[in-house]
């Protein structure tokens, strides 16, 4: 997966994008998710945040302190002891949820102030004499025509007590006014009762919640509820036994769904917004009790109003889960003053209390809706047809109506019911169905099911990601998201107030990006690419430039049958030079073995510094940029080298204007999983031998070594019982190994010499360093389970994927038969997790051990209790805190009694700042 994003960028908010707008999209590539894997993302007003397959939470943007926890760029430290499963950002805050279902928020956050202070508390103050000035409210003033005579001090008697009775007037006006907004009164209270009975209760139940109600306003009425800031994730109190799943947070509100569909809600509520029932600011999470007959399977928070999909509790079954794409019915509540609830007219100065049905959709879609969203003042629905409805606010196009457009303005409330977005694109036939719908703070991007993005309403900073100065009535197809014919999953597409971010799944893209990283260093690199040297006004151009010929070959189908032939070209030369041994190839440069080098030398002047630059990184990376003035040099170089998927694309990008650097190109995916287990180009493997004894733990075979001053021995799969063939540049990655390689010592380093076949048909003699795993072995950990590390080394994955042969596709001789066997194994285990945790800790491969400790948190949710002290057993024999932290809270959650371990206790939250181990 891949991140991209565009729009405005004042803040930093868009990752590593130095521009203060970015009208189109753009990948975001930052060194902290070089390994990591986004699986999702949340925008605020002015930041965002990802949440990596491990489990850490990242935050770019306002570097204000109460906004990041952290800073911009940052990993979030404040969590590092939970494993993240859900995050959620609001205009000024953040939000995230453990797989224990905890909630932590930071940024501006709701906090009770003065809590005995209030309006009730003026009752103290009954006789206070203090004057109330003249004129603040009329009618207060007595008659000033009665004339009473009085002596002195029965006069000013008399006018303490006319100012008394005045300020008592006056709190009492107050009172009944402050009560009549904040609850329901007259049609609304009628209106309330009909839904409270329309959901399945009484008349003496009605009758019971309502004064229930009253006793928790007059008890929340003494609590002053205003938001600070709070630097660092702190864990959110008073939500005991309650496993949150969901989180969506608004301006200043925020609402919760629980694993059981309960919706609670808090912060600001002066508009009904938390569905309530009244207009009382809380910082206690409160349910939602008029759902509590539904499931709520989906919320939204726009600006002061929020949306929901729910379902009737009788129909719950095992598919209807939060967040799944299940049909509902859809509810609105809060601020409908400018028809954002899509009820039409009826009670929009107030908006509701408390949620209320939407009859269009029930009326005219009873199958129900898949997914909804709400701006800032605007809301869009999508039904199960794949057509989306939009209402609310329409100044600035946010329904994207065409020709519609200013309808408004002949009926100003014509969008205050459900208008459809009518979506249509050229290139396709029919309308487009939509897959996902997002609301920016006056702007919508939809997610068509073919993989497509489109956008319609106000462009600044260029979030509709169609250029600075685009503009259309109608909703239209981001064209430099993707080229045609390139239909990619798009995961998750996240509005922001004024920018967007994406995660596009694509072949392999997640992973490319370490390759990317060794384009840049070229450790162990044995391929020289020469070009002629070109004429330059600047000086010297480069000329020379170092890869590897396994990545090379493995890309490029003609090139491999170069670097062949330069191969054994530059090897009979040797042998008929020197006298030297075919060992002679295998020498050493300050105690570091250095591999053979073959060189392959490219003709013509469209071969120059800035194409062959490009065509590496598409060959490590699979992306590219090109500048204009190169593009055509950069197209022969396709064509001659027959890269037919590359050629596609820069002719797409000539043609349509499209940024190469954006797009995933040709079958990386497949090309680099051919690298696993090859012998051709390999300069090591991993061998068990037949014989295993505890005694066995030297980690070379020594065997194989050469006698002194003699040629090397001849590498023979015979002699092993396992043996797996991998290549120095990525072996590499692991720290173990790298300090193996690298190492001075002679017994660390012991050499044979491997008989290979090359694609002329040319018998080959390369260079092998054998390495001796048979210690692990000896320890338990199975050959197999080893291999599974590597390939998770080489692909990211720990699968092997089928890949259905393409033109494009080479193929090495490749690996052994236990490893292709790995390709129709079952999904990862939770003891298959523990044991490659195990060894990625003792190898010191991090990304796979926090790829597998994610794995076993969020599965020890749902294991029996005796699993969960097996796996808290193993996080405390390998020095796993954040794993045995969880393992405590499950057991805890599960009614066993056990230890605090320095970290909130789950059942007695108190709103602590997250500790941090």
């Not at 939602?288 to 009737?312: M, N, P, W, Y």
């Not at 076949?757 to 795993?773: E, P, W």
Request: hydrophobic letters at 35%.
């Amino acid at each position: 997966m891949s991140l991209y994003g565009w729009g405005t960028n004042a803040s930093r908010q868009l990752i590593n994008q130095s521009a203060n707008m970015v009208p189109t999209p753009a990948q975001s590539v930052d060194k902290h998710l070089e390994n990591q894997i986004p699986l999702q993302v949340a925008c605020g007003y002015d930041h965002s945040m990802v949440l990596t397959e491990s489990g850490d939470v990242y935050f770019y943007g306002s570097g204000k302190p109460n906004f990041s926890g952290r800073g911009t760029g940052m990993k979030v430290q404040g969590l590092d002891h939970e494993t993240i499963v859900y995050i959620a950002a609001g205009a000024h805050s953040s939000y995230a949820v453990s797989n224990t279902g905890k909630v932590y928020h930071w940024g501006l956050i709701h906090e009770d102030v003065n809590p005995d202070a209030g309006v009730e508390s003026a009752a103290a103050s009954a006789t206070s004499t203090e004057d109330t000035p003249s004129g603040a409210l009329t009618g207060l003033a007595q008659d000033q025509t009665t004339v009473v005579s009085v002596d002195s001090e029965a006069r000013q008697t008399s006018h303490a007590n006319r100012q008394a009775n005045r300020a008592r007037q006056l709190r009492e006006i107050v009172r009944d006014s402050t009560e009549q907004w904040m609850l329901p009164t007259g049609d609304a209270e009628r209106e309330y009762y009909d839904e409270l009975r329309s959901m399945g209760y009484a008349v003496e139940e009605a009758e019971e919640r309502m004064q229930e109600r009253g006793r928790e306003y007059h008890g929340m009425i003494r609590m002053g509820c205003k938001r600070v800031p709070q630097p660092v994730p702190r864990l959110v109190p008073h939500l005991n036994g309650i496993r949150v799943v969901s989180v969506s947070a608004g301006y200043a509100h925020v609402m919760l769904v629980t694993d059981k569909g309960f919706l609670y809600g808090a912060g600001y509520n002066d508009r009904g917004q938390l569905g309530l029932g009244h207009r009382i600011n809380t910082s206690t999470f409160k349910k939602v009790d008029f759902l509590s007959t539904k499931f709520v399977v989906e919320v939204t928070c726009g600006q002061q109003h929020t949306l929901c999909r729910a379902i009737d509790r009788t129909l719950v079954d095992g598919s209807v889960t939060v967040g799944s794409s299940t049909p509902c019915e859809v509810y609105a509540w809060g601020n409908g003053m400018l028809g954002q609830l899509g009820l039409g007219m009826k009670g929009t100065s107030k908006g509701r209390l408390f949620p209320t049905i939407i009859p269009f959709f029930q009326q005219n879609y009873p199958l129900g809706v898949v997914n909804v969203a709400a701006g800032a003042n605007f809301s869009s629905v999508l039904v199960h047809t794949g057509e989306i409805f939009s209402f609310g606010h329409s100044e600035y196009n946010q329904h994207g109506i065409g020709n519609n457009a200013y309808r408004d303005y002949v009926d100003p409330y014509f969008f205050f019911v459900p208008r459809k977005v009518d979506i249509t694109d050229s290139t396709k036939v029919g309308p487009v169905r939509i897959r996902r719908v997002s609301c920016g703070l006056m702007f919508t991007v939809a997610v068509s099911e073919d993989g497509d993005l489109y956008s319609w309403g106000w462009n600044e900073g260029g979030a509709l990601g169609h250029g600075m100065h685009s503009y259309s009535a109608s909703p239209q197809r981001i064209e430099k998201f993707g080229q045609a014919g390139d239909r990619v999953h798009v995961a998750q597409v996240v509005c922001g107030a004024k920018h967007v971010m994406a995660i596009r799944q694509e072949a392999g893209a997640h992973w490319a990006q370490t390759y990317h990283s060794l384009l840049k260093e070229l450790p162990y690199a044995d391929l020289v690419i020469t070009v002629d040297a070109q004429p330059s006004g600047k000086g010297q151009q480069e000329t020379s430039f170092r890869c590897h010929r396994a990545i090379v070959a493995a890309r490029c189908r003609y090139l491999r049958g170069i670097i062949d032939a330069s191969s054994h070209e530059q090897s009979q030369d040797a042998s008929t030079s020197t006298t030297t041994t075919a060992a002679a190839a295998v020498h050493e440069e300050g105690g570091v073995v250095a591999p053979e080098v073959t060189t392959v030398h490219l003709s013509g002047s469209h071969f120059n510094a800035i194409t062959v630059r490009a065509l590496l990184g598409y060959f490590y990376h699979n992306r590219t940029a090109i500048v204009v003035h190169k593009r055509r040099e950069f197209l022969l170089v396709a064509q001659e080298l027959m890269l037919h998927d590359l050629e596609n694309a820069i002719v797409a990008d000539v043609t349509m204007d499209r940024s190469i650097a954006n797009h995933t190109i040709g079958t990386y995916e497949a090309n680099m999983q051919q690298l696993y287990g090859a012998q051709q180009y390999a300069d090591v493997v991993f061998v068990v031998r037949k014989t295993v004894t505890h005694q066995d733990d030297h980690h070379v075979a020594a065997a194989s070594a050469p006698v002194d001053g003699g040629p090397a021995q001849t590498f023979d799969t015979a002699d092993y019982a396992e043996c797996h063939f991998a290549h120095k540049f990525l072996v590499q990655r692991i720290p173990y190994f790298e300090a193996l390689m690298e190492s001075n010592f002679k017994d660390s380093t012991v050499y044979a010499s491997l008989t290979t076949m090359d694609a002329l048909r040319h018998s080959m003699k390369q260079a092998l360093q054998v390495i001796d795993v048979t210690f692990l072995v000896n320890d338990g950990v199975e050959f197999q389970t080893f291999q599974q590390l590597l390939l998770y080394v080489y692909t990211g994955r720990l699968q092997l994927k089928d890949f259905t042969p393409t033109d494009e596709t080479n193929t090495l001789p490749h690996r052994s038969a236990a490893a292709a066997s790995e390709s129709s194994g079952e999904a990862l285990s939770l003891e298959n997790a523990m044991v490659l945790l195990a060894l990625s800790n003792r190898l010191g491969y991090n990304p796979l051990a926090q790829f597998c400790e994610r794995r076993i948190s969020l599965s020890i949710a749902f294991k029996e209790p005796e699993q969960v002290m097996q796996c808290h057993e193993f996080a405390q024999y390998y020095n796993l805190p954040r794993l045995e932290m969880q393992c405590l809270a499950v057991l805890r959650h599960l009614g066993y009694s056990v230890p605090s371990h320095g970290e909130d206790d789950t059942d007695g939250d108190d709103g602590s700042e997250a500790h941090c181990p």
